[in-house]
């Protein structure tokens, strides 16, 4: 039997927002053509930038083909929030994350950095590896805060390099002693600057720290409508405190930052009977922009699950690199052990991480059809 594939460039299953325009998105960008081409930081810059405007404006609109460069939904939404003179800019960091993955290119930085201020979380999700205590037990230093000069020294390598920075993987980031600080410090480098966070410490000084930071993108994480739903998937959660704290948010946000170009999402993993997107819209939709489910992928076992016979590259490999709090580079949070890990900074660069050996042989490996041979690629599904 064939190994359902958990295809990671489409994870974003259920998404509901306004209604972007294509159509208007294409005519802004065909109309600004030649200024896009002409503001390209460099020749490779030029080329990604000829290449994205042809798929996007020349011909007819081929059948999905995840290497040719398009606009979904929620990059349209993006890029109403880009401004004219960011234009190029964001269209290359964006055909480098969509479609690099798919033509297995890789240049000098990952398409997208996604940082982890800590590996500590309140929560006990029922999907989450949080529930492994290999991962939280104290005597196996997998816990700990990421330090402000680690910080400082990430964000002057990927400043310039890269536009997509997330802050989120193995834990809730504003449970980071210096997560104020880090938001202030990385503010107004990156485009796709984003953060992902359960909401549960979301004060009110909190709710300034991310507003003051532009970030691109704040993700809100919450799975359900309702109680007991809502905590019993969010273990050691509970709504009504993540509803005040997303409720006073939204407050602020419109009343002290009427002209912030953040997107809001509250998404959830859509992981089993009583969950409803229509439920989920009608009690956040009036708080955030956007409302998703993003599928389930088996995080809380990755060690367990059986081998598989999944032969296809991971496009991870090619889109994302993870720097956990202590300076480890791993190239995805499935292994959030680090069985993978490729390296540690600042003792190597980011850039000689993602471009050097082991990184090289894991995509070796992928692209020869040989995942079987790297553990735990022998038992995940992520393509
Ligand atoms: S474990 Fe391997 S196949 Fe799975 S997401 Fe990580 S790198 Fe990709």
């Given amino acids: 039997m064939t190994t359902p594939l958990y295809k990671k460039a489409d994870s974003l299953i259920e998404l509901r927002s306004d209604d972007p325009d294509l159509r208007s998105a294409l005519a802004r960008l065909s109309g600004r053509r030649d200024a896009i081409l002409a503001s390209a930081a460099d020749a490779s810059g030029r080329a990604i930038l000829a290449q994205a405007l042809a798929d996007l404006l020349d011909g007819p609109r081929p059948t999905p083909d995840p290497t040719r460069f398009a606009l979904r939904p929620h990059v349209l939404a993006e890029l109403q929030r880009i401004t004219d003179a960011e234009l190029a800019r964001y269209l290359v960091y964006r055909y480098r994350y969509d479609v690099f993955p798919h033509t297995h290119v890789v240049d000098a930085f990952p398409p997208c950095l ?14 989450c590896y949080q529930t492994d205590p290999q991962l939280t037990s104290p005597k196996n230093g997998q ?3 990421m330090s402000l000069d680690l910080f ?3 964000i002057d390598e ?11 993987s193995r834990g809730e980031p504003l449970m980071c ?16 600057f984003k953060i992902n966070t359960n909401a549960w410490f979301l004060d009110e000084t909190k709710a300034h720290a991310l507003l003051q930071a532009d970030p691109s993108t704040i993700v809100f994480s919450a799975d359900a409508a309702s109680e007991p739903l809502y905590s019993q998937l969010r273990v050691h959660g509970r709504l009504d405190r993540v509803l005040a704290n997303i409720e006073r948010f939204h407050d602020i946000r419109a009343r002290q930052y009427p002209h912030a170009r953040v997107i809001t999402r509250v998404a959830g993993v859509r992981y089993g009977g009583g969950q409803s997107l229509d439920a989920m819209e009608t009690f956040w939709g009036g708080l955030v922009d956007q409302v998703a489910f993003v599928e389930y992928n088996p995080w809380e076992n990755t060690y367990e699950r059986p081998i598989n016979d999944v032969t296809a590259p991971c496009s991870d490999l090619w889109r994302r690199m993870f720097v956990w709090f202590d300076g480890t580079a791993n190239p995805c949070d499935v292994d959030y052990r680090s069985t993978l890990a490729a390296g540690t900074v600042p003792a ?12 090289a042989s894991y995509r070796r490996a992928h692209l020869d059809g040989r995942r079987s041979g790297l553990s735990p690629c022998n038992r995940c599904t992520v393509v």
Avoid: H
């Fill in 177 to 192: 002693r210096d997560i104020d600080a880090m938001l202030a410090y990385a503010a107004g480098k990156f485009l796709a």
């Fill in 114 to 127: 996604q940082v982890e201020p800590t590996s500590i979380c309140n929560y006990r999700c029922v999907f």
């Fill in 348 to 359: 190597r660069s980011l850039g000689e991480v993602w471009t050097g050996e082991p990184y």
């Fill in 152 to 154: 400082k020294t990430i």
């Fill in 143 to 145: 816990m700990g805060m």
């Fill in 158 to 168: 990927a400043q310039g390099r890269c536009e997509a920075v997330t802050l989120a």
